[in-house]
């Protein structure tokens, strides 16, 4: 039962009130004016704090054996490939002029 | 391979050495069940950053038709109930029944106030003329780029709302088994593995409430 | 291990129950496979007739047998059928639910009551890909492009999707119970570096699946909605972007190549190493290409795309890692044929096959560099060039495995020895057939003939009539074992424990095997195919 970790109430409560004051300060941020990239910026951090910290205590990784972690490392990876060698597509179209146009 | 005391549990399936080897399988498999259900969104992920990028006007234009108070209370709502889903897994662990039973319920009463808020906001979305494919009208010069905000809106939305939907009726399964009294520590999995479907249920909103609701109201 | 005795009364998987329950209501992995064969082979026929169909219209340049739009169902039908409905679960859902647990010594799946769920999935997914058929089929090509699928087709674009996606969660429920299996139930000894390659070739399959799949479920519902609703979403004319389309589609459907292919060549791992007696040469780096073409796998799609409208800068950088896959495919090649190097090579009909496919494989996957190359593939794109390349992977490749592996566990698996005669007589047939049905095509397409056309200009039809010709042998080759297959079910000579004189875990258990699989629980002391160790057992077959 080595890897059988049983997390206390304790411990979720500390997050949770984690998660409500992030909620919180996103919505407040999405109304401040940070410049151009910074507000994008600043909710993508906080959702990815948000997640980390379900996927870390309510989902129990950080206690989780290695073959756990991967899968999650492993999944996170892989979407990023999605997303980014998709956008390479994008980004990148403008880069050559079409003749004519 | 000694039979410990554990492995003559009720249910351990035949095919298994021990408990623990059921359980750490059961977990495994449900990991690798989170991974596809992570790529499955990340469809639709892909497609919103690529037509945010295209239209980043018509999608801020597109976010301020949303309600930002129903969608943040939604998202206190959602992230309240991971916290009792939480809870269910420690009582479940620590062989507190009631607890379990309770916060199970508790759960299943958090999602159901995030499905009416859901149906209250796609009911304004039907009266504003705003559900592409069904009803959509604008006579904004970037309605198109709207219409494509829309559409994505309710592909996320939708999907994610399905997801809860398929939890809602899980929830009602464990919450019978779990009257019953059939989990104790030595079969906790079963209620750890829903955990972690319903957390992930949770982190998806998590993303989709910054993404539609938020980003570009500055 | 070979003392084992089978005698007839022994119990085993085929005679633990009687009656249609036992079978269609089975939790046996073993008993599941066999549900999958009949199902699969099943698809095989359809999408076969299909292509004989296809064949004949093709004979002649006119397009005088059937009309455009039933050529375009013709050819739509059968890639659907013949890549979602067969190459996808042949090897994994077959071979693989049937020989995966015996080699890691385990008593089943981990989750056997979700590999039954796969089949019944994909039994509802076939019985709405069959309903779409009847009810006037589709005509958008199997990669659905956008926006014809989406705006303007009036075929059953909508079923057919939803059969796909129904099908993909068929093979995520065996790829997740492969992984859980693999992890979780191997026996004692087995570690991950001693496992049999056809063990790891599934594994990385297991996780492209895992990892793929879900994207095209998503990228299906967003077509479906497209094509019932009109939403727009990849329709140009209402500001969407089809190239995300085939962004999309094509992040799932290039990984599903190589759901194809690396069974096969986990099958070929064990083949060669039991027809030559020797332990398949540099073990390690056919492990670790298994895995970096899993991985590289997910980072070439946009080579489908270089026509597309894709970015060029996007498609160079997509040209150079497509031709990356090249070096793992290569080290597989060229680890099997060292392995035949001094080897004490029999050619039974299983290694017939292996041949076949080392061969046939190797022109797939050069042509498949040819067409990497952006500047080339501008070129022959869409040609029948195109169309021989893939049949050399996927026809060349993945059915030879799928053949070879089946005749090589068919007497584990019917406890019965095919008739040698008849399969070495079928496995020179599908050689000489294939070959003389796809080489034309490299030449027609080079010179220019596009694929997807019901007609042609006449000075083609040299070729044409070669392919429908080599098509007609190929037909034969694979009736053949149908038929002797089914016979020796009844009629064969009983095999025994270890036909073959292999060594690997399926081979210890009697033939057919037990309920769950082994008598005691197997332990491993060994490497994989360590030959060397073992006294030289008798080959019965």
């Known amino acids: 039962m080595s890897e059988h970790h049983i997390v206390t109430p304790k411990t979720y409560i500390t997050i949770i009130a984690f998660l409500f004051a992030l909620t919180a300060a996103t919505v407040w941020v999405a109304f401040q004016h940070f410049g151009d990239p910074w507000n994008d910026v600043i909710a993508i951090g906080i959702a990815l704090t948000k997640a980390t910290l379900v996927v870390l205590f309510f989902m129990h990784v950080k206690w989780s054996e290695r073959t756990t972690k991967l899968a999650v490392i492993l999944a996170v990876l892989f979407l990023v490939v999605l997303l980014l060698i998709t956008m390479s597509d994008f980004l990148t179209r403008g880069w050559l002029g079409v003749p004519g146009s | 391979m000694s039979a410990s005391a554990e492995a003559h549990s009720p249910e351990l399936q035949h095919h298994f050495d021990s408990m623990e080897q059921q359980r750490s399988a059961s977990t495994l498999g449900m990991w690798a069940f989170v991974a596809q259900e992570l790529m499955f969104f990340g469809g639709l992920f892909t497609a919103y950053l690529v037509y945010r990028y295209l239209y980043p006007i018509g999608f801020e234009l597109g976010s301020a038709q949303l309600d930002i108070k129903l969608g943040g209370f939604n998202t206190a709502v959602l992230l309240a109930s991971s916290f009792t889903m939480a809870m269910a897994v420690w009582a479940a662990q620590t062989g507190k029944k009631k607890v379990l039973l309770w916060m199970l319920i508790a759960t299943l009463a958090l999602g159901a106030v995030f499905l009416g808020v859901k149906y209250v906001e796609y009911s304004a979305k039907i009266e504003h003329h705003l559900v592409p494919g069904y009803n959509f009208e604008s006579d904004s010069p970037y309605a198109g780029q709207i219409k494509m905000f829309m559409a994505l809106y309710f592909a996320m939305t939708g999907m994610h709302a399905l997801h809860m939907v398929v939890g809602f009726g899980l929830l009602l399964f464990y919450i019978y088994h779990a009257a019953k009294g059939r989990y104790t520590p030595e079969y906790s999995h079963p209620i750890e593995l829903f955990g972690l479907y319903w957390h992930f249920v949770d982190i998806v909103w998590i993303f989709l409430f910054p993404l539609l609701y938020l980003l570009g109201r500055a | ?541």
């Open chain 3, 1 to 541: 291990m070979s003392t084992l005795i089978t005698d007839s009364s022994r119990s085993n998987y085929l005679n633990a129950a009687y009656g249609i329950k036992s079978w269609l209501l089975t939790k046996d992995h073993k008993r599941i496979a066999l549900l999958y064969l009949v199902a699969v082979s099943i698809f095989f026929s359809v999408g076969g007739l299909f292509a004989a169909l296809i064949r004949l219209e093709l004979l002649t340049p006119e397009g005088d047998m059937v009309q455009p739009d039933i050529y375009n169902r013709l050819f739509t039908m059968h890639g659907v059928i013949m890549i979602f409905f067969f190459l996808i679960p042949a090897i994994p859902a077959v071979l693989g639910n049937f020989i995966l647990p015996l080699m890691v010594g385990a008593k089943d799946l981990a989750f056997p009551r979700i590999n039954l769920a796969s089949f019944y999935v994909y039994v509802v997914a076939g019985i709405l890909g069959v309903w779409a058929l009847i009810n006037g089929g589709v005509d958008t090509g199997w990669t659905f492009y956008t926006p014809y699928s989406s705006m303007y087709s009036n075929t059953q674009v909508t079923l057919v999707a939803m059969a796909g996606f129904i099908a993909g969660f068929s093979s995520i429920m065996t790829a997740v119970n492969f992984i859980v299996t693999v992890h979780r139930m191997r026996a004692p000894g087995l570690t991950w570096f001693r496992m049999p390659l056809m063990v790891w070739a599934l594994y990385a399959t297991s996780i492209i699946i895992m990892l793929a799949t879900p994207v095209l479920a998503i990228t299906l519902v967003m077509l479906m909605l497209d094509h019932s609703l009109h939403i727009g979403i990849f329709d140009p004319a209402q500001g969407g972007d089809p190239v995300l389309f085939q962004h999309l589609f094509w992040f799932y459907s290039h990984p599903a190549v190589y759901i194809m292919i690396l069974p096969a060549m986990g099958v070929i791992s064990e083949l060669v190493a039991a027809f030559s007696r020797k332990k398949v040469f540099g073990y390690t780096f056919v492990v670790y290409s298994s895995l970096s073409i899993a991985f590289l796998g997910f980072l070439v799609w946009g080579h489908h795309l270089f026509v597309s409208g894709q970015s060029v800068y996007a498609g160079a950088v997509f040209s150079i890692l497509s031709m990356l896959v090249a070096i793992p495919s290569a080290v597989k090649v060229f680890n099997w044929t060292a392995t035949l190097f001094q080897g004490s090579v029999s050619y039974q009909t299983p290694m017939l096959y292996a041949l076949g496919f080392i061969g046939l494989f190797t022109i797939g996957g050069l042509t498949g560099v040819f067409l990497a190359t952006m500047g080339l593939d501008t070129h022959v794109h869409d040609t029948y060039f195109v169309v021989a390349h893939f049949h050399y992977v996927m026809v060349g490749g993945t059915i030879m495995g799928y053949l070879g592996g089946l005749h090589y566990w068919w007497p584990k698996i019917s406890g019965k020895l095919y008739p040698e005669f008849w399969a070495k007589i079928s496995a020179l047939l599908v050689f000489v057939g294939f070959n003389l049905t796809f080489f034309p095509q490299f030449i027609v397409g080079y010179l220019g003939m596009p694929r997807r056309y019901h007609a042609y200009p006449p000075e083609f039809q040299v070729f044409n009539v070669l392919s429908t010709a080599g098509a007609s042998v190929l037909g034969l080759g694979y009736l053949l074992p149908i038929i002797y297959l089914t016979w020796s079910m009844r009629y064969g000579k009983k095999a025994p424990a270890n036909p073959w004189g292999a060594v690997g875990l399926e081979w210890e258990t009697a033939s057919p095997p037990p309920t769950f699989n082994f008598d005691d629980d197997p332990v491993v002391e060994h490497e994989a195919y360590d030959y060397h160790h073992r006294p030289e057992e008798p080959r019965v077959a």
